[in-house]
């Protein structure tokens, strides 16, 4: 737990202007983006301090994966379900805001903006899916 992280505090519900919503993993909690840049934009993310996308390594597979069901189920909770139309990835560094690590899930994809079509480009140098 590191008391500077802004996601650590969300996690630990000490952040009471972030609702967390419905998760089904203790381990990880999902809330709105506070910027969003599409209709749906969570982000999903551990409730143990872990470092940025750069840090994940063979072993964290099952955590990524849990990571991705999480974010469908949102999706489908708030009436979103169309996956082929749904992008879901993370900031490589020094492009990543904070370094806890943290799944972003956006949708629609195809009404994303020209900016955020750009922030979040499929596996470009900047965002990994």
């Given at each position: 737990?590191?008391g ?53 390594k ?5 955590l ?66």
């Amino acid at each position: 737990y590191d008391g500077k992280c802004v996601f650590c505090r969300i996690a630990r519900r000490e952040e009471p202007g972030t609702a967390l919503l419905p998760c089904q993993y203790e381990d990880l909690v999902c809330f709105r983006d506070i910027r969003p840049s599409a209709p749906h934009h969570y982000l999903v993310v551990p409730v143990e301090h872990m470092g940025n996308c750069k840090t994940l390594k063979g072993e964290h597979i099952p955590l990524v994966k849990r990571m991705m069901e999480v974010g469908k189920a949102v999706l489908q909770k708030n009436n979103f379900s169309d996956f082929n139309d749904i992008r879901m990835g993370f900031h490589w560094p020094p492009f990543c805001s904070i370094s806890h690590l943290h799944l972003h899930v956006l949708a629609p994809a195809s009404q994303l903006g020209f900016l955020s079509r750009l922030m979040y480009r499929i596996n470009s140098y900047w965002f990994i899916t």
